[in-house]
């Protein structure tokens, strides 16, 4: 009975455990950013690039007009981001093509004001 309440107490804390890291919060740091951002919350809405040669990945956060890049394995990030903005780059045949036409050298955290998470 003991080597039985044993093994039931072990498999709970297993399951315990794999239902927790599935949940795991997942931080980057971006350039000219001080702090890292969790991008794991629901708040962010993440975009698959794979396509991409260029772009490996992208997240937005709508209430925030918050926008974090990552371009050849650095983050960037963009402030006051219009909606707008993020949908049209979200169908973009060309991510890079879109992103050089539409978002570089605009929306500047220097300029805007940069969401604190």
């Known amino acids: 009975m003991k080597k039985f309440l044993t093994t039931i107490l072990l498999l709970t804390s297993f399951l315990l ?5 599935s949940n795991e919060e997942e ?6 950013r001080e702090d890292s951002v969790d991008i794991s919350e629901p708040r962010w809405e993440y975009l698959d690039t794979s396509r991409s040669s260029f772009i490996g990945g992208a997240w937005y956060d709508d209430e925030e007009d918050y926008m ?4 050849s ?3 960037y990030h963009y402030c006051s981001m219009p909606e707008s ?3 049209r780059f979200k ?4 991510f890079g093509s879109d992103y050089n036409s539409y978002i570089r050298g605009e929306f500047d955290c ?3 004001p940069v969401p604190s998470y």
């Open 17 to 21: 455990l794999a239902c927790n890291s």
């Open 27 to 32: 931080y980057v740091d971006i350039k000219y």
């Open 68 to 71: 974090i890049i990552e371009l």
């Open 73 to 75: 394995g650095i983050k």
């Open 85 to 87: 903005t993020w949908r």
């Open 91 to 94: 169908s973009a045949e060309s």
């Open 110 to 112: 220097r300029e805007n």
